[in-house]
T-cell receptor
Framework: SQTIHQWPATLVQPVGSPLSLECTVE??????LYWYRQAAGRGLQLLFY??????ISSEVPQNLSASRPQDRQFILSSKKLLLSDSGFYLC????????????FGSGTRLTVV | QKEVEQDPGPLSVPEGAIVSLNCTYS??????FMWYRQYSRKGPELLMY????GNKEDGRFTAQVDKSSKYISLFIRDSQPSDSATYLC?????????????FGKGTHLIIQP
């Protein structure tokens, strides 16, 4: 069976500090990978998606970047965090080809102070 | 007009009642329609997905899609306190080989024992 791991679960970081959130998928190969952010009252916002190693598409220009160094690894980064980067970050994967919905990770709650 | 509209609630009903949750959308390019359930501080969990107009049933849950009206619904029969959560509708369209999901903001459902 497929599983998705996301860590850390919670993170408190000062303004201006760097960020690295990691997501890995097990039990499948060549997944499509996604990073979403969920802010209070604003719903889920697609930040980045990837269809393969090194292939990143950005949906919203912002202070964040994403990388996919391995087939089942997706990383969300920032060089300098802003207060507005606070939120609940979710990684997700979906199959190539036929669509069966997304499977989400358990999320990282980021608070920038 | 926002792409996906969903009443945020809260919607409070007594245990055993039939619950009706709804979303409307404006983008005719949406192909798949999904419902996710999200408990507090957890990642969303896929409940059901459908492709065509009509009904799809899974246990106590029924998903309904009306593409001509751009309207989708989720019905929960014999509602239980454990069904208390936020329910998110989501719709997919192809973006560069991946399936980008657009979410509603979610309806907060409370089932009173």
């Amino acid at each position: 069976s497929q599983t998705i791991h996301q860590w850390p679960a919670t993170l408190v970081q000062p303004v201006g500090s760097p960020l690295s959130l990691e997501c890995t998928v097990e039990g499948t190969s060549n997944p499509n990978l996604y990073w979403y952010r969920q802010a209070a009252g604003r719903g889920l916002q697609l930040l980045f998606y990837s269809v393969g190693i090194g292939q990143i598409s950005s949906e919203v220009p912002q202070n964040l970047s994403a990388s996919r160094p391995q087939d089942r690894q997706f990383i969300l980064s920032s060089k300098k965090l802003l207060l507005s980067d606070s939120g609940f970050y979710l990684c997700a994967w979906s199959r190539r080809g036929a669509f069966y919905g997304y499977t989400f990770g358990s999320g990282t709650r980021l608070t920038v102070v | 007009q926002k792409e996906v509209e969903q009443d945020p609630g809260p919607l409070s009903v007594p245990e055993g009642a039939i619950v009706s949750l709804n979303c409307t959308y404006s983008n005719s390019a949406f192909q798949y329609f999904m419902w996710y359930r999200q408990y507090s501080r957890k990642g969303p969990e896929l409940l059901m997905y459908t492709y065509s107009s009509g009904n799809k049933e899974d246990g106590r849950f029924t998903a309904q899609v009306d593409k001509s009206s751009k309207y989708i619904s989720l019905f929960i029969r014999d509602s239980q306190p454990s069904d208390s959560a936020t329910y998110l509708c989501a719709m997919s369209e192809r973006r560069g080989g991946a399936d980008g999901l657009t979410f509603g903001k979610g309806t907060h459902l409370i089932i009173q024992p």
